[in-house]
């Protein structure tokens, strides 16, 4: 399919693992977003890139959460010594430039035991 | 700064009734909005959206939004329910100008429709 990929769908760690979620975006897509969806809340904004840069990670909850897109495809999040409270869906979304319409993936559901 | 209040969390209406569910925005530049649609475990689906220019506007399956500057809201409105439109929508905005769209959300608002 030509949407936008991210695995694995869903995830289950241990507290004080680390874990490292994937998104392939729309081939061609500039921008990719990072969001983070709590149990019945809306997504909340974690990261933004641009290519390969990363513009925007002003909603990265601690340092224990890392992103990367090295050659402006494809992107990992990373969550170091996972805590309870980590557990969320994480959305990835990509469009074609920054003043264009997002598309998501189906997200990555992680619980943290 | 941005955000979002959709007003009520669940929304119940019966098969071919109106529609309407609610969302105020508020943002420090002109706004982009959007509705989007997110069936279980799935992703966001763009159900519409709004740049410039027609403040009302069509989107996919039935749905249409009108964008109030004066009331700052954008609710979402379908003239006839169908049982497939059961699902949860999110309201968002994002700034029209910068070098990133960062959307930011409303809570949702669960939607279901009876026979």
């Known amino acids: 399919g030509a949407g936008v990929s991210q695995s694995p769908r869903y995830k289950v760690a241990k507290r004080g693992q680390d874990v490292a979620l994937r998104c392939d975006p729309i081939s061609g897509h500039v921008s990719l977003f990072w969001y983070q969806q709590a149990l019945g809340q809306g997504p909340e904004f974690l990261t933004y890139?641009?290519?390969?840069?990363?513009?925007?990670k002003s909603g990265l909850p601690s340092d224990r959460f890392f992103a990367e897109r090295p050659e402006g495809s494809v992107s990992t999040l990373k969550i170091q010594r996972t805590q309870q409270e980590d557990s969320a869906v994480y959305l990835c979304?990509?469009?074609?430039?920054?003043?264009?319409?997002?598309?998501f993936g189906d997200g990555t559901r992680l619980s943290i035991l | 700064a941005q955000s979002v209040t959709q007003l009520g969390s669940h929304v119940s209406v019966s098969e071919g009734a109106l529609v309407l569910l609610r969302c105020n925005y508020s943002s420090s530049v002109p706004p982009y909005l959007f509705w989007y649609v997110q069936y279980p475990n799935q992703g966001l689906q763009l159900l519409l959206k709004y740049t410039t220019g027609a403040t009302l506007v069509k989107g996919i399956n039935g749905f249409e939004a009108e964008f109030k500057k004066s009331e700052t809201s954008f609710h979402l409105t379908k003239p006839s329910a169908h049982m497939s439109d059961a699902a949860e929508y999110f309201c968002?905005?994002?700034?029209?100008?910068?070098?990133?769209?960062?959307?930011?959300f409303g809570t949702g608002t669960r939607l279901q429709v009876t026979l």
């Open positions: 968002a905005v994002s700034a029209s100008t910068g070098t990133a769209s960062k959307l930011t």
């Open positions: 890139f641009q290519n390969e840069a990363q513009l925007d």
């Open positions: 979304a990509s469009s074609l430039a920054w003043d264009q319409p997002q598309h």
